[in-house]
């Protein structure tokens, strides 16, 4: 079974500062790998969708990076803002079926 | 375009009693819905793969006969609890999965059930 992992669990960091969530996985026959944005006590926010057979995306100030061949992909978020502190959450699709989500990082962006 | 809503957002009820909750997607049609639940500080975990027109399947630990799954028609899905017991109290979150593209699946904005 696809086992999903995000590292690290927390990170707090200062106002325009760049940083980098991890994430990595254990099967690499994946069809594609989400990254979403959860804020507190609400839904997911889809981010970026990374397919397969891509090895990057980027939205505004984030970039995402995707090596399957490893079993790992990146988070980029350059000159961080308050508003970006939320939880990230990754997630890899075999297919048609469900997404396999790692267990999130908790960011902080500090003013 | 591809929005999933779900309603209720928030839900007490008392041990016991059942509590529907309705996933919509509003302007795609769904053939495939997915029910999550998310506790405290973790992760979502997938509940059951709801097909419309068929029956659910369900994922290993959960019971069917606690969580019914009703995929009525291609734009709704309702996940009601029955009996429902304090440790049911949880972050229930669906999804659709976008019939073209690439398999996106677009998520609701959660519900929160409160067991007292």
């Known amino acids: 079974k696809q086992e999903v992992t995000q590292i690290p669990a927390a990170l707090s960091v200062p106002e325009g500062e760049n940083l980098v969530l991890n994430c990595s996985f254990t099967d690499s026959a994946i069809y594609n790998l989400q990254w979403f944005r959860q804020d507190p006590g609400k839904g997911l926010t889809s981010l970026l969708l990374i397919q397969s057979s891509q090895r990057e995306q980027t939205s505004g100030r984030l970039n995402a990076s995707l090596d399957k061949s490893s079993g790992r992909s990146t988070l980029y978020i350059a000159a961080s803002q308050p508003g970006d502190s939320a939880t990230y959450l990754c997630?890899?699709?075999?297919?048609?079926?469900?997404?396999?989500f790692g267990t999130g990082t908790r960011l902080t962006v500090i003013p | 375009g591809a929005v999933v809503s779900q309603h209720p957002s928030r839900v007490i009820c008392k041990s016991g009693t059942s509590v529907k909750i309705e996933c919509r997607s509003l302007?795609?049609?769904?053939?495939?819905m997915f029910w999550y639940r998310q506790f405290p500080k973790q992760s979502l975990m997938l509940m059951a793969t709801?097909?419309?027109?068929?029956?659910?399947?369900?994922e290993q630990g959960v019971e069917k006969d606690k969580f019914l799954i009703n995929h009525a028609s291609l734009t709704l899905s309702t996940l009601t609890v029955t009996s429902a017991h304090p440790e049911d109290s949880s972050f229930y979150i669906c999804?659709?999965?976008?019939?073209?593209?690439?398999?996106?699946?677009?998520f609701g904005p959660g519900t929160r059930l409160t067991v007292t």
């Open positions: 997630a890899v699709s075999g297919g048609a079926n469900n997404l396999f």
């Open positions: 709801s097909n419309e027109g068929s029956k659910a399947t369900y």
């Open positions: 302007d795609f049609q769904a053939t495939t």
């Open positions: 999804s659709a999965r976008h019939p073209q593209g690439n398999y996106e699946q677009y």
